[in-house]
Nanobody
C-alpha cells in the first residue's frame, strides 16, 4: 500500500506561484507514474499533470501547459508540481496519485492523498 501526503498549498494572489509536494511512504514511488489532479467546488476531479516513473515523460492538461511543471525526485520519494501565473480558476484541492501507466484517466490511478487546498484571489 502507498500512503501519499500532499502539501504546499495556500492562499495566493493571482499571478503568484506555488510548489506543491507529494510525499510517499509505505512503498517506493519509483516504479509508478504519478499524477496530479484537482477538484474545484461543485466540479469533478480533473487531471492536471503526470510524470513517468523515470521522469522521462510528462503530460499536462492543455489549459495548464506553460504554467505548470511536474517533476520528481525518486531518491526523496517525492513528486512536485510547480504552478506559476496562478489564476482564480486554479482554485481547487490538489491531489496526487500513483498509477502503473502514464495517463490522464482517473480510473487508472490507485492511492490518493488527502489533498492540499490552493486558493487564488483576484
Amino acid at each position: 500500500q502507498v500512503q501519499l501526503v500532499e502539501s504546499g498549498g495556500g492562499l495566493v494572489q493571482a499571478g503568484g506561484s506555488l510548489r506543491l509536494s507529494c510525499a510517499a511512504s509505505g512503498r517506493t514511488l519509483s516504479s509508478y507514474a504519478i499524477g496530479w489532479f484537482r477538484q474545484a467546488p461543485g466540479k469533478e476531479r480533473e487531471f492536471v499533470a503526470a510524470i513517468s516513473w523515470s521522469a522521462g515523460t510528462t503530460t499536462y492538461l492543455d489549459s495548464v501547459k506553460g504554467r505548470f511543471t511536474i517533476s520528481r525526485d525518486n531518491a526523496k520519494n517525492t513528486v512536485y508540481l510547480e504552478i506559476h501565473s496562478l489564476k482564480p480558476e486554479d482554485t481547487a484541492i490538489y491531489y496526487c496519485s500513483n498509477s502503473r501507466f502514464l495517463s490522464g484517466k482517473i480510473g487508472l490511478y490507485e492511492y490518493w492523498g488527502q489533498g492540499t487546498q490552493v486558493t487564488v484571489s483576484s
